[in-house]
Structure formats: structure tokens, C-alpha cells
């Protein structure tokens, strides 16, 4: 018995001895899981520099992308495809294309087309990875579109009635009873913009205990001690006079509250409330990285934590109080200005141009440490006709502000003031109002968790299912290929797994295609496909602002309208067809082991002819009624394969032997000839026949109706950019229009060894105020921007 009794106190002990090591490293062991975390869940950001913010229907919107590590800011090589849509107000995407991205940069152009409606609209952008997190924080823009050729309303919401929402967020995220708490506050109106009022917080008695008002785009705080769990509510009043009632978020009985305060120029302090004298411990990060922990006590329910402000990294980070059971119990935002800019100047050789005229434009880029060498910048230069709307976000708003907060930042440009006490409250106010959630703890906390959205670090994913056509139910272990009609030949092969699902790695796969997908059909038959949609089907993060178009600017909508006709009527046909070249001529097998180009030779009337006549390669035997080739095994001289080579018209697999006999020899190209075993993926055939013809579209053979046939488009074909050159007096005498609105768009211009560039182009037609607008970027993660403006005027005959 007294045995028993040593044992229980024994073990008693050692419990009580791991709950308190366990307390004691809370910290450190979320630090250790989040860690573990951030090398899972690597976040990457997209930021894409429009050329314009206004647009008409038939008009051409120019991009440029920049893909970052949200943990460095720096240039992202992760995924090599990215995808766009223009969504409307009620969600739906009107228009949808993929662009290619290379080393963290990529570009491309979208036409706007005529079936857009004059509205507000969404640009959205994202990648394949960036799906398996909320589509909070896909990077989306606002656009302005004009359909002149359909009439609309100049201000459908006109009649609308004005409306009103405000939220409540208690600093730390929870309301506790008897505990004083700082209650930032959100104040938006229905057209998506902040608006002024005048609020008192009114207890059970109608006592009025607080009085307050916004500072800035309907954001504020008040301080606020609840005594009781219920019984009280807001009441606002706007400046006509208007009066609205709203709820305070729930208050609880017990819990925690935290109070983030500045110490100094150097320091911040934390202070938690809460009940006990229970061990809490405070974890900071910056986008995952510059990760900090401590762990205290509470002293009669309180503690302090004195951060330096150097553990945090440039932009919003992340703080979070935890007890002792390693539970997050609240949660606050910080910004920290970025130490060092990205400091773009530039400047045209003069004043005022003329119609016609050549441009000369000298760009430099330092920052705070110097000459910054190798900047990547886009430019864009355009007229700034009286209807052009607000310019966009800046890249330096975006990245280290905006892409971190959930829903629409009023003016971000503003929060990005250098020392000025009035912003750094007023930003202050922003991270109380605005929840950061790239993540959820649970999953931050889990050991183990998979994304089922994998990078395209290597080529664009074309996904799809295999459904057996006898069951209806999804077949596994189903070798699968894909394929479209192309020169060279590209083919692509997957394998259903459990679920009855494929993915195709697609390389060098750009721009619309007809794509073929089937199974070997000489063994499996009886199978459909399903093919899947890339594109996110998430909502947008926030609305759209109403659309207005000022009625009088009739006639100014007139000739821009006229100008784009023009413009594009007189656009060079090189320029409206856009076609790939393929870096390497070889078909995917490499280089044949024979080559015959029909040309060469005699021509036979059938292809059987040819194939005994002139491809010593390849047998031709008859078993059954039935063709059949039988190729030598080139590593075994002198043993021959069994089973039928992979027989290949124009990179489509045909499975039917005599289909190709049958096919007239005269629109053959030519006959390649791999004579070897050849694994692709997880697939092998006996050597690979393949046929091209003149123009690699099949020529009118009919393929076999089992095989899925169906439009898709992969990554687009990128398009220069068209400018003309008045170089010549013959050229400058050119009797075709030059009506150019965007006068110039270039996504790719470096710097040197000095942070220096020049560019070159020629005005339009169009006389009036250009607008420059440079966004820019280092490979040490430094952002920028430029705004500067010329004028045209008319030249003299």
C-alpha cells in the first residue's frame, strides 16, 4: 500500500513537473510548430502594374507582374504561371486569361472586349499556390470601363440610398468584463468610402459613458471598461442629422486583453490583462519571418512585455498572446515604415513636345544606402484626358500594406507619410481595424497539413477526371494522354490515381490550342473525361465603389471612342497576331534515330508503300486483317519489339494502325522514327512512329470519337507593344492617323551599374497633358514609384 502510495506521489510529481516545463516553453514550442509552418505554407504576392485605370470596350490593358516572398519582399521564382480575370460586380468573371512568370516577373495584354458593360470592375490576379489560402489576399484592382456603343446610365446608383456600416474590433480581438479595453472602430458608407459621424457608447440606463468621432476615412478608437456582460449600445449621428443604433461585439465574462502602446522611438510595450497568476508568453512575426517569443507571469492578472522594435521586419507584423496551454487568446497588428526606399527620378529632355515628336527619357533609381544597380522597372505613359479616373496603388502600399489587410484600404498612399505624428495614429488605427489572417492558428498548430494545390514550378497544371462509362464512377490507375496538334510534336501523359484524377505538367504550352485526351484505346475503351476549371472560384475580397460618369464629358468620350477605332483599324497586322516559336525544334523524344521527308523521295500513292519503301525502321506486318508495326530495338541489334510502336500524327496518339495506312501519303510531311524503349512519366512504348503533316493540323483526319476534342488556352503569347517612328521626313509626313491614348508601355526596363536607363518613343496625334507612371523594383526586395507628367502640343505645318 505505502508502495502505491510512493508511485502515485511519484508520478503526481513528475506530471506536475512537465505541466509547468510545458507552461514554461508555450512559447517556444509555437515558435517551433509556426517554423515548421512557414517552410510549408510559403506565401507569395502578386502585384500587377496596370497601364491605365480607365478603359473603353476594344482597348488594350497592358500589365506587368511582380511575384515576391511575402517573408523577404524580394523577387519569388516559385510559380511559372499566373492567372487574370475582370470580374463584375455580382462575381463573375468576364474575362479570363494565364500569363507566364519567369524568375518572379512576367507581362502580358488582355483586349477588352465589346460584351462589357460601362461599369466598375475587378482585376484579379493569382497563381496556382496562392489558391490554397484565402482569396483574401489574391491581389485585385478596381477599373473603370465605358462601353460607348451601348447607351448606359451615367450614375445608376444616383437614386440609391445611402447606407451605412460600422464595426466594432476591441483591441486583442475580445470585450471582458470588467477590464478597460481600447475599442477601435470602422465607419463605411455604401459607396465603399469612410464618412464622418458623431457616436456616445450608452449604458442600460442610457447614460452616456463615451463620446467619440473618427479621425480618418471613418476610423477611430475610444476606451471603453465594461461592467456588466450586456446592456449596451451605440448610437450615431452622420452630418445630416441622421441617427443609427448599432451592438458592441460580445463581452465576456473572463479572458484576456492586450494593449500594444509605444515606449519610445526604439520600443513598444505589450501589456496583457487577464485573471490568475498563470505564465502567458507573446509571439511576434513579420509575414512569417523575424520571429520573436517571450514568456512571463502574470502578476495579479497583469504583465508587460518591452519589445525592441528591431525583432520587427518593414510592413505589418503579427502579435499574439498565448497561455499557458499554448492557446492564442488574443492578437494584435503592427506596422513598421520600411527602413529603406526604392527611390525612382525621372525626367524627359524637355518641356513641351510637339505631335510627332521623339521623347528621350533619362530614369535613375537610389536609395537610402546609394545607387541601387539592376532595378526592374514598368512604365507607362499615357494621355490624361478629363475623364481618366484615380491612378492606381502604388507597389510600396501594396506590398507592405494593403496585402496584408483584409477588405479595401481607403487611400493607402496616405498611411505611407514619413514623420508625421497625425499618420502614425491614424495608421495605428488601421491596424486595429483591419484583420490580418493569412492563416488560422489551427493550422499553424497542426503537425501535419497538405495543400492540394501544388506550384506550377515547372509548367501550367491542366487537371481532369476519368469516369468509367460503364460504372459512372471515377476509374483509377487509368494511363491517360494529352495532346494537340502541333509542330513539334508535344505529348503528355498522366495517371489517374484513387480518386480518378489526372494532372498534366504542360510545357511550352502557349495560347489557344485544340487539345486532344484519351486513353491507350487499343486497351482501354470504355472511359470519359471531365476536365477542370484552373480558375478560383473564391468571391472577391471586397465590393466595387459606385460607378459614376459625369454626363458632360459626352463629347470627350466621343473622340476617345473614334481614336480607339482608329488606332486599332490602323494597327499593323504583326502586331494583332501573335504567334510562339518554339525555343527548341526537336519534338519531345529529342532527336530521331530516323528522319525521312517525303519530298525527298518518290511518292507512292498508299502509305503502306511508303512505309515498306522507303522506313527501313519500321516492318510492316499484317495479323488478323490488321496492320501492325513491329520496330528493332536499336540498344539490341538484331531484337525486335513485340508489341506496336506509339504512333503519332502531328503529336496526336492514334492507336488504330490502319487509320494510318489508310491516310494519304501526299499530306505527309514527313516520318520520324524513335527506335527504343521511351518513358514518358510513368508510361513506356516499344519505340515511337511519328507523322507530321505540312501544316500540323491533322489534315482532315478523322480521329476516333472516344477521344475528348476541346478547346483550351494555356499561358498567352506575349505582344510587343506598338509604336510607331517618326524617324524620317517621310514617316513624319505618314497620312495615317496616330490617335494613340496610351502613348507608350514598357514592362521591362533594367538599370545599369549607375541605376541609369533611357528610353525612347514617338507622340501621337494627340495633343495634351501625358502622365508618366513608373513602378519599380530591386532584387533586394526594394519598391518604388514615379509620377511625373509633359505636355504636346500641336506642330506647325
Known amino acids: 500500500m505505502r508502495f502505491k502510495l510512493l508511485f502515485v506521489t511519484i508520478m503526481v510529481s513528475i506530471f506536475s513537473v512537465l505541466t509547468g516545463q510545458a ?273 512571463k507571469a502574470l502578476v495579479d492578472g497583469k504583465v508587460s512585455f518591452t519589445i525592441d522594435k528591431n525583432k520587427f521586419g518593414d510592413g505589418i507584423s503579427h502579435i499574439t498572446v498565448f497561455s499557458a496551454s499554448g492557446n492564442p487568446v488574443c492578437e494584435r497588428l503592427y506596422f513598421k515604415r520600411p527602413s529603406k526606399d526604392l527611390m525612382i527620378d525621372g525626367k524627359v529632355s524637355k518641356d513641351e513636345y510637339v505631335t510627332r515628336d521623339r521623347v528621350v527619357m533619362d530614369l535613375s533609381t537610389s536609395s537610402d544606402a546609394g545607387i541601387e544597380t539592376l532595378s526592374d522597372l514598368s512604365v507607362s505613359v499615357f494621355l490624361a484626358d478629363s475623364i481618366q479616373t484615380k491612378d492606381q496603388e502604388s507597389i510600396s502600399s501594396y506590398l507592405f500594406l494593403s496585402s496584408d489587410l483584409k477588405g479595401s484600404v481607403e487611400s493607402p498612399e496616405y498611411y505611407l507619410q514619413k514623420n508625421n505624428k497625425e499618420v502614425d495614429v491614424d495608421i495605428d488605427n488601421l491596424m486595429l481595424t483591419h484583420g490580418w489572417r493569412r492563416f488560422q492558428w489551427d493550422n499553424v498548430l497542426k503537425e501535419n497539413i497538405t495543400y492540394p494545390n501544388l506550384p506550377e514550378f515547372d509548367g501550367h497544371f491542366i487537371f481532369g477526371k476519368v469516369i468509367s462509362t460503364v460504372t459512372g464512377e471515377p476509374a483509377k490507375n487509368i494511363g491517360t494522354y494529352l495532346a494537340a496538334p502541333d509542330s513539334p510534336a508535344r505529348l503528355y501523359f498522366a495517371r489517374s490515381n484513387e480518386k480518378g484524377e489526372i494532372r498534366f505538367e504542360v510545357k511550352e504550352f502557349f495560347g489557344p490550342k485544340e487539345v486532344t485526351i484519351q486513353t491507350n484505346l487499343r486497351q482501354d475503351s470504355t472511359y470519359r473525361f471531365e476536365m477542370a476549371n484552373p480558375f478560383s472560384k473564391s468571391p472577391l475580397s471586397s465590393g466595387l465603389s459606385s460607378f459614376q460618369f459625369d454626363k458632360t464629358l459626352e463629347n470627350t468620350l466621343l473622340t476617345r471612342s473614334i481614336n480607339m477605332q482608329t488606332t486599332n483599324a490602323f494597327l499593323p497586322k504583326w502586331y494583332k497576331e501573335a504567334k510562339y516559336v518554339f525555343l527548341d525544334s526537336l519534338a519531345f523524344f529529342g532527336a530521331p534515330d530516323e528522319k525521312y521527308f517525303l519530298d525527298d523521295f518518290t511518292r507512292f500513292p498508299t502509305m503502306e508503300e511508303v512505309m515498306r519503301e522507303y522506313v527501313r525502321g519500321v516492318m510492316v506486318r499484317r495479323r488478323q486483317k490488321e496492320f501492325h508495326f513491329i520496330m528493332m530495338d536499336k540498344l539490341f541489334p538484331q531484337t525486335f519489339f513485340t508489341e506496336d510502336p506509339l504512333i503519332l500524327l502531328d503529336g496526336i496518339p492514334i492507336f488504330n494502325t490502319d487509320k494510318i495506312m489508310a491516310f494519304d501519303p501526299l499530306k505527309v510531311k514527313k516520318i520520324e522514327l524513335m527506335s527504343a524503349r521511351y518513358f514518358l512519366g510513368f508510361s513506356a512504348s516499344t519505340g515511337i512512329v511519328s507523322l507530321s503533316t505540312y501544316r500540323g493540323d491533322l489534315a482532315g483526319f478523322e480521329l476516333d470519337p472516344r477521344i475528348l476534342v476541346m478547346p483550351y488556352e494555356g499561358p498567352q503569347i506575349k505582344r510587343e507593344f506598338y509604336t510607331p517612328k517618326y524617324d524620317t521626313p517621310v514617316s513624319l509626313q505618314s497620312r495615317i492617323p496616330d490617335f494613340r491614348n496610351l502613348l507608350y508601355w514598357v514592362p521591362d526596363v533594367v538599370t545599369d551599374a549607375q541605376g541609369k536607363s533611357q528610353i525612347s518613343f514617338y507622340t501621337s496625334d494627340q495633343t495634351g497633358h501625358y502622365r508618366v507612371v513608373v513602378q519599380g523594383m530591386t532584387k533586394n526586395g526594394l519598391v518604388g514609384s514615379k509620377t511625373f507628367s509633359f505636355e504636346v502640343t500641336r506642330r506647325n505645318l
Not at 445630416?240 to 479572458?255: C, D, V
Request: proline residues 3%; aromatic residues 14%.
Open 23 to 295: 507552461q514554461n516553453n508555450s512559447g517556444e514550442e509555437v515558435s517551433r510548430k509556426f517554423q515548421q509552418y512557414s517552410q510549408r505554407a510559403v506565401q507569395e504576392k502578386l502585384y500587377l502594374h496596370l497601364d491605365r485605370s480607365f478603359y473603353l470596350v476594344g482597348e488594350t490593358m497592358w500589365f506587368k507582374a511582380y511575384s515576391v516572398n511575402a517573408a523577404t519582399s524580394k523577387y519569388m521564382d516559385l510559380s511559372k504561371v499566373a492567372y487574370l480575370e475582370v470580374m463584375d460586380k455580382e462575381q463573375n468573371a468576364l474575362v479570363q486569361t494565364k500569363f507566364s512568370l519567369s524568375d518572379g516577373k512576367g507581362n502580358g495584354s488582355l483586349v477588352l472586349p465589346s460584351a462589357l458593360l460601362s461599369g466598375n470592375y475587378k482585376v484579379r490576379c493569382y497563381t496556382n499556390w496562392m489558391k490554397n489560402f484565402s482569396s483574401d489576399f489574391f491581389f485585385e484592382t478596381e477599373i473603370r470601363v465605358v462601353n460607348p456603343f451601348v447607351k448606359f446610365d451615367p450614375n445608376p446608383d444616383e437614386k440609391a440610398k445611402l447606407t451605412y456600416d460600422i464595426q466594432f474590433f476591441p483591441e486583442g480581438g475580445h470585450l471582458v468584463k470588467d477590464i478597460e479595453s481600447k475599442v477601435g472602430f470602422r465607419a463605411v458608407a455604401s459607396d465603399g468610402k469612410g464618412f464622418y459621424f458623431k457616436g456616445a457608447l450608452i449604458n442600460q440606463n442610457s447614460d452616456t459613458l463615451v463620446r467619440f468621432e473618427p479621425r480618418k476615412f471613418g476610423i477611430g478608437n475610444f476606451t471603453f471598461k465594461p461592467e456588466s456582460a450586456t446592456g449596451y449600445k451605440v448610437v450615431i449621428r452622420d452630418r445630416k442629422g441622421n441617427s443609427f443604433t448599432y451592438s458592441l461585439p460580445e463581452i465576456k465574462e473572463q479572458g484576456y486583453v492586450m494593449q500594444v502602446r509605444e515606449q519610445s522611438a526604439k520600443e513598444i510595450v505589450v501589456s496583457v490583462t487577464g485573471a490568475g497568476n498563470e505564465n502567458v508568453s507573446i509571439f511576434t512575426h513579420t509575414h512569417q519571418d523575424n520571429r520573436y517569443t517571450e514568456t
